[in-house]
């Protein structure tokens, strides 16, 4: 196996190549003054199994163009097999036309993904498992509950012990919750939302279904992105008597706030995976980022 590493988060591409106990193939990304990306492959490839790790975060479009490159060349060059591991999928939440006239833009990438050379690709916790529909070519969709389960029951006393309650902030998450919960052996509520279609970063109301008083919150998502879902979820526990509220997401995407906006937010803390890389600059301290690189290395080895 070759481990390549695109330019969006080579960390998680180390880590993962550290826990298969491999080093990084080289290659050579280069991105030209008006934004055009350019990827040569330093090692031989032919005959090799070629992995390339590469979220599709911002920029998301600059990203994917990169990560299709790194098929295209290990295509000619005869590579056995392409996989492509993307802990994060850009337009994952364009599964579908709500209105008339709008694309289905996931369905773009996953043909995208195909025609550049990919064999196969590995995703992490997408927003809508239905996005899976539009990939011709085998997926593995990984799932985050195990390694959050396994973080929280190494710090349970942390999180209430007998008292957490997992929360979904709203109907779409109802199910990924009740998964976290019953490895936990917890129970679960949910928070009922309404959202303007032609606002899509707006949360109008929210109503809680299910019990909190006295316990210790998690309000689990797919993402933290703009926040506006999560941390109403969150005072609407608050507001019906929680003791404290957490938001665990596995991508954390932070677009649009600064840092002191989640710092001085009224929850105790915030936990994301490493699956976007969280600019220093975007860090702060009620965050916790907890690596899914021993889920990916492991899923990876299995992976045929």
């Known amino acids: 196996m070759l481990l390549f590493s695109g330019t969006s988060n080579q960390p998680l591409a180390e880590k993962i190549a550290e826990e298969l106990k491999i080093s990084l193939a ?25 992995v390339v790790v590469q979220s599709l975060s911002q920029p998301g479009d600059s990203n994917l163009m990169e990560l299709c490159q790194f098929a295209e060349i290990g295509k000619r060059k005869k590579a056995k097999k392409i996989t492509a591991v993307i802990p994060y999928l850009a337009y994952a939440r364009q599964h579908r036309a709500h209105r008339e006239g709008e694309t289905i833009a996931v369905k773009l990438v996953a043909n995208f993904l195909k025609t550049a050379g990919f064999n196969e690709v590995m995703l992490l916790d997408l927003h809508e498992e239905e996005a899976l529909n539009y990939f011709k070519i085998p997926t593995l969709h990984l799932s985050a509950v195990e390694t959050f389960s396994k973080y929280i029951d190494e710090h349970r006393d942390d999180f209430g012990g007998d008292d957490l309650i997992i929360v979904a902030p709203d109907r779409g ?6 998964n976290l919960a019953s490895a936990l052996e917890v129970n679960s509520a949910t928070v009922e939302k309404t959202r303007p279609l032609d606002q899509t970063d707006t949360v109008k109301e929210c109503q809680l279904i299910g019990d909190v008083k006295n316990k210790e919150v998690i309000i689990y998502d797919d993402m933290i992105s703009t926040g506006s879902t999560m941390l109403m979820a969150a005072s609407c526990c608050l507001s019906q008597g929680a003791f404290r509220a957490n938001l665990m997401a596995t991508h954390g995407v932070f677009s649009h706030l600064e840092k002191n906006f989640w710092q001085n937010s009224a929850v105790e803390k915030i936990f994301v995976t490493d699956s976007v890389l969280v600019a220093e600059n975007k860090r702060f301290e009620k965050l916790e980022i907890i690596s899914i690189a021993p889920l990916i290395a492991r899923n990876l080895l299995n992976f045929v």
Do not use: P, T, W
């Open 26 to 50: 080289s290659s050579e990304i280069v991105r030209f003054a008006d934004g055009e990306v350019r990827v040569r492959l330093l090692d031989d490839v032919k005959d090799e199994h070629m």
């Open 173 to 178: 998450r109802q199910k990924a919750a009740e």
